[in-house]
């Protein structure tokens, strides 16, 4: 959750930077396009140090394949692995391009990040085709919670499939609607990864605890009570068996 949190926060920033750019790219006067050569370059260097988590990303992915093949239904199937084999690919083309900059310049590995883009589009549509039968089931099913979560799903995939063909210049927008719907779906995305609290668990344990302490507390006082009945009970037979004993003396 840490490492997501952190690239998911970089994200924001990123398309952060983004919309902005977009909004002072018809600047006319010098604070204006120093501003938005600001902002590309801090887009521009947050794309490039997000690329380095990314490595070892495809592991987990590789790992849900199987998962994806265990499907009984072709449909679902069939969406399930094209969504990981497309996104696996996004993951090659970005380690690829990545490598390609770091070697020979930024200017270089370009098409081949846009290349990984353009899969990644591929996948998130595939992602929201999943997510649309899913969604279907559960308003069959009458899940209130379940449709909700699809609704989310649906509109964040889509709203990244939008983003990434942007970025790889595929289908051009706007970058300012392109950057507030990356810093809406980063907020999301952290949201989810965000850790939660237990509280009401907590609660209910603090309630049983105190049950049990007042329990044990009614037990020794019970306890306490026999013993200081049973010392009463034998100090009286005690006095019986001596006067018993004097009324035989005499």
């Known amino acids: 959750q840490t490492c997501e949190g952190r690239d998911r926060l970089l994200r924001l920033f990123q398309f952060g930077g983004r919309a902005v750019m977009g ?10 396009r120093k501003v938005h050569t600001n902002a590309r370059n801090f887009m521009v260097a947050l794309a490039s140090a997000r690329r380095t988590f990314r490595w070892g990303r495809e592991i987990p992915i590789i790992l849900s394949i199987p998962h994806a093949l265990q499907l009984r239904n072709r449909v679902d199937q069939a969406l399930e692995l094209s969504q990981k084999m497309s996104l696996l690919m996004f993951v090659i083309f970005d380690h690829i391009g990545w490598l390609r900059q770091t070697s020979t310049g930024m200017k270089y590995g370009v ?10 589009s591929v996948s998130c549509l595939f992602a929201m085709a999943c997510g649309l039968r899913r969604l279907s089931r559960s308003v069959d099913a009458d899940q209130g919670c379940e449709w909700r979560t699809c609704m989310l799903s649906i509109c964040r995939n889509g709203s990244c499939a939008l983003q990434a063909a942007h970025s790889a210049r595929w289908w051009e927008t706007s970058d300012v609607l392109v950057g507030l719907m ?7 995305d952290i949201a989810s990864a965000w850790p939660r609290q237990e509280k009401p668990k907590v609660a209910v344990e603090q309630s049983c605890s105190e049950q049990q302490t007042e329990f044990a507390q009614r ?32």
């Open 111 to 120: 098409k081949t990040i846009q290349k990984g883009l353009k899969c990644l």
């Open 219 to 250: 037990n020794d006082d019970v306890d306490s009570q026999a013993s200081t009945d049973a010392t009463l009970d034998a100090k009286g037979l005690e006095r019986f068996l001596a006067c018993d004993a004097e009324s035989e003396d005499l």
């Open 23 to 32: 909004l002072t790219a018809a600047a006319s006067g010098a604070t204006g």
């Open 182 to 188: 990356g810093v809406a779906t980063s907020a999301m």
